[in-house]
Nanobody, 120 residues
Framework: QVQLVESGGDLVQPGGSLRLSCQASGTRITNFAMGWYRQAPGHQRELVAAISLRGSTYYADSVEGRFTISRDNTLNTVSLQMDNLRPEDTAVYYC??????????????WGQGTQVTVSS
């Protein structure tokens, strides 16, 4: 059974940093492109960042230059380093396995989400 477990969400002040992690089990992320999505209240879920099997990365315009996605196939984890956070980054962040980066379509498996709140 595939499980994705996110962690690292927290309350942080504007300009601060957080590092989110997604631990996968029941699967090997080596075989999949992985992505981070987020959903703010009253908004649709949106793709934030993705990383291909070979390590190529994609970022939404709103986070380009501030967020960095990475993967550790040995540890079976995907991380999202978030710097210079803004209030508009407040959302629940979800890990996804199997994203199709060219279409930004998500794969079948999601984590439960981790809350990121950016506020002074």
């Amino acid at each position: 059974q595939v499980q994705l477990v996110e962690s690292g969400g927290d309350l942080v002040q504007p300009g601060g940093s957080l590092r989110l992690s997604c631990q996968a089990s029941g699967t090997r992320i080596t075989n999949f492109a992985m992505g981070w999505y987020r959903q703010a209240p009253g908004h649709q879920r949106e793709l934030v960042a993705a990383i291909s099997l070979r390590g190529s990365t994609y970022y939404a315009d709103s986070v380009e230059g501030r967020f960095t996605i990475s993967r550790d196939n040995t540890l079976n984890t995907v991380s999202l380093q978030m710097d210079n956070l803004r209030p508009e980054d407040t959302a629940v962040y979800y890990c996804n396995q199997g994203i199709v980066i060219t279409t930004t379509s998500p794969g079948d498996y999601w984590g439960q989400g981790t809350q990121v709140t950016v506020s002074s």
